[in-house]
């Protein structure tokens, strides 16, 4: 199913704020939702698998201190985070450069979300950053900087059961991969090409996915009356348009 990005956004936020999650944190998933789906990685499904979770089976963040530094730690213990929280939270360390030297590594519901999240707090604050995810089975490490993100899976691994719930690890600097190599599934090249692509023709979504989202988007509804309007729904009682 074809949507525009600002139709993925404004569907993604309305579906969030539909199933309770707060309005800025909408916000951010519906930026990481469109940031996925424009390099053909399903945001949509993503975001379907998140909100299906939140929010009993997942967990807060807390951040703590430890010998190294600044860590994050899931508020129930042996649960993911939801990504909801990982992603922003992984992106504030980032922003305050309190990555501890040895990565910070947190388990969370959707990983690819905390993909987006991270990839875009590089781009906006112009940093480079590295992250370890779970994915389809395969360890990969995405490259993050500004305006690229270049994907790679790693050599040489033991086959890693997939989970929904999985662990990522940021790091500040490229981490040591000894004589494993990556094997590229996503270049600078093709992210720019993906990148632009989207701008010109829009996105091509998982159309299931993206009619759940609809329903939950739908929950923002309340039936039209003058009561409704003095309550702040609509366009007001004063709309002459």
């Not at 909801?84 to 590594?105: E, I, K, M, R």
């Amino acid at each position: 199913m074809r949507q525009s990005l600002g139709e993925l956004y404004s569907t993604v936020r309305k579906a969030a704020v539909g199933r309770g999650v707060p309005h800025g944190i909408a916000e951010d998933l519906a930026d990481a939702v469109c940031w996925l789906d424009s390099l053909s990685l399903d945001g949509v499904s993503c975001a379907v698998d998140c909100l299906s979770q939140w929010p009993s089976n997942t967990s807060a963040i807390q951040l703590q201190h430890s010998e190294s530094g600044l860590v994050l730690e899931t508020a129930k213990p042996d649960t993911a985070a939801s990504a909801l929280f990982a992603g922003p939270a992984l992106g504030d360390l980032l922003q305050a450069g309190a990555v501890p030297d040895t990565g910070s590594s947190l388990s969370v519901d959707v990983p690819l979300l905390v993909l987006a999240a991270v990839a875009q707090t590089c781009d906006r604050l112009n940093r480079r950053a590295w992250l370890m995810i779970h994915l389809q089975g395969q360890i990969a490490i995405a490259d993050c900087s500004q305006e690229t993100c270049q994907l790679g899976t790693v050599s040489q691994q033991k086959s890693v059961t997939a989970h929904k719930a999985s662990e990522v690890t940021l790091w500040l600097s490229q981490p040591d991969q000894g004589r494993r190599t990556l094997n590229c599934l996503l270049s600078k090249e093709e992210f720019s090409r993906c990148r632009s692509r989207t701008l010109a023709e829009g996105l091509e979504v998982c159309g299931r996915s993206l009619k759940r989202l609809e329903a939950w988007a739908a929950l923002t509804l309340v039936a039209e009356s003058d009561r409704s309007r003095e309550s702040g729904a609509g366009a007001g009682l004063l709309d002459n348009d």
